[in-house]
């Protein structure tokens, strides 16, 4: 499906026809067009034949079921995966892909390991979420919150981002209300700016995942152009603009950013009020090792004493490799 070409077959139709369309598509979840009743049959016949709402898909499981990762085929045969996470309370979400690979290398990440090979469009970015609707109609349940922390980085393919966010919020698409939807960046500045002025009502999260420059730069190699000092600055500046409070993102990594040392650097530059810690322990992808539970415990501890808002994210999907940072597609 492209939705550019949708537009272009629906030029010279009525204008409402679109609205059909999508309240089609995302609404009732249509995978033909010849099931939507309301419009005529050479309109439905000339969709089915220019357009696929097919989504090609294969699904692996979780053990212990509260994962589900989805391989995705794009029409040109790259490969992307997403995630499906469960919680109790049928809060589930999605963490949808935004790049195939990433060019961003950071050194503890398989995505990076792959190479970048091109930004997604808008469609291929909602897909994911269409996917795991469809899916979860089977039982009468629904996506309720995005994550874009799948593969890539949201900043480098902006404005399809943004369209996606648009279509996710949509009322007459999924309806999913801006606050449930979150943007994880490593830290592009000119990318942070933009979104500052851009009133949309989602959520931040910067990947750190260090005290200071001296470490970050070796894990990040984006922090050689982009450093701590400017990502805090753009980051308060959005703070100022939207009012929203910002995540931070630290996966801990043994021996690397994980001493009670880093833990106080972490502490001194982090704003009490206005961030909040995410601590997230490094998921196995072969190069560095994970810090035992104690030395996370001691961490968060450091941090909590010097009254820093922190959580410890719980794991997903690490025993079918769907874990932050272990999403790579072997072709
Ligand atoms: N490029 C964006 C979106 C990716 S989100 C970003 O960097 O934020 C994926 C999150 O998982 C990021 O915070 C990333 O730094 C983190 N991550 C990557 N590899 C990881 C690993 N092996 N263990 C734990 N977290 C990891």
Redesign the pocket.
């Known amino acids: 499906m492209n939705l550019d070409k949708l537009k272009k077959i629906l030029k010279d139709e009525k204008s409402y026809r679109l609205s059909q369309i999508k309240k089609a598509i995302f609404i009732d979840l249509i995978n033909d067009f010849s099931l939507i009743s309301s419009l005529p049959k050479e309109l439905r016949e000339k969709l089915n034949n220019e357009l696929d709402l097919k989504i090609k898909g294969c699904i692996s499981k979780s053990e212990k079921t509260d994962t589900q990762k989805a391989l995705i085929s794009l029409s040109d045969g790259a490969q992307i995966e997403s995630v499906l996470m469960r919680y109790e309370n049928g809060r589930n979400t999605v ?1 949808v892909s ?1 790049q195939v690979g ?1 060019p ?1 290398n ?1 050194s ?4 990076g390991q792959m190479g970048f090979k091109r930004n997604l469009d808008t469609f291929e970015i909602i897909e994911q979420v269409l996917y795991f609707q469809r899916l979860l109609k089977k039982e009468n349940q629904t996506v309720k919150n995005i ?9 480098l393919n902006y404005d399809n981002v943004i369209n996606a966010i648009k279509i996710l919020n949509d009322k007459n698409a999924f309806n999913i209300g801006a606050r449930k939807i979150s943007i ?4 592009i500045v000119d990318g942070i700016n933009k979104l500052a002025d851009e009133n949309i009502q989602s959520n931040l ?3 750190l ?1 260090a005290p200071g420059d001296e470490i970050r730069t070796k894990i ?1 190699p984006i922090n050689k152009k982009d450093n701590i000092k400017s990502i805090l600055g753009a980051v308060d500046n959005y703070i100022k603009k939207t009012n929203r409070k910002v995540m931070f ?1 630290y ?1 801990l ?1 043994k021996g690397i950013n994980d001493s009670e040392k880093n833990a106080q650097e972490l502490s001194k530059i982090m704003n009490k009020k206005l961030y909040m810690v995410n601590l ?6 072969g ?2 090792k ?1 810090p035992e539970r104690e030395v996370i415990k001691k961490f968060k501890d450091v941090l909590i004493k010097n009254g820093i808002n922190v959580t410890e994210r719980y794991r997903f999907g690490e025993e079918i490799n769907a ?5 790579a597609t072997k072709s």
């Open positions: 963490c935004c990433c961003m950071c503890f990440c398989l995505t994550v874009f922390m799948g593969m890539g980085e949201p900043m994880s960046t490593c830290g999260a910067i990947s995942h990040m993102e996966a990594i997230i322990k490094y998921n196995n992808t190069i560095y994970s874990a932050c940072g272990q999403l």
